[in-house]
């Protein structure tokens, strides 16, 4: 099972402030665990939402917004994606995790669909097969 491992931005994260040489020490001494443990598929951090924009739909019209976002507890910061077990191993892994901010914060747990989750929508197998392919070469531009 694949799962999204969410890192919530906070102030500092808005901001553009850089994680301390303590913080990065931390997260990449857990990085090396995740590897090791063969679960860590990507993982990156992001930059601030005033360096991002939106693409808003509504019916066959798109209106771009500039951020940055006002609601900080509602953006991310950073994300890992994580192949493991079930979400009891991925929530046992993010306790884990170094506090990113050291008081108040949090990380969500989202577990990705797979292809096969789509089955029923895809009675004939042409759309899974699609995406098959579609993957392979994805996965052959990555190596």
Not at 20 to 36: A, H
Not at 39 to 52: N, V
């Amino acid at each position: 099972m694949r799962f999204m491992i969410l890192i919530k931005a906070n102030p500092d994260s808005e901001a553009g402030v850089m994680p301390s040489e303590k913080l990065l020490t931390e997260m990449t001494k857990f990085n090396e665990e995740l590897v090791r443990a063969g679960i860590l598929l990507a993982g990156e951090g992001l930059h601030p939402s005033a360096k991002g924009a939106r693409v808003r739909f509504s019916g066959n019209k798109r209106t771009v917004i500039d951020g940055p976002f006002a609601e900080t507890k509602e953006l991310i910061a950073g994300f890992w994606l994580w192949e493991v077990k079930s979400k009891e191993e991925a929530i046992e892994w993010v306790k884990r995790v170094p506090n990113p901010d050291g008081g108040e914060s949090e990380i969500e747990i989202r577990q990705v669909f797979s292809p096969e989750d789509f089955a029923a929508s895809d009675p004939s197998g042409e759309i899974m097969k699609k995406e098959q392919e579609l993957r392979a070469l994805t996965e052959s531009r990555l190596n």
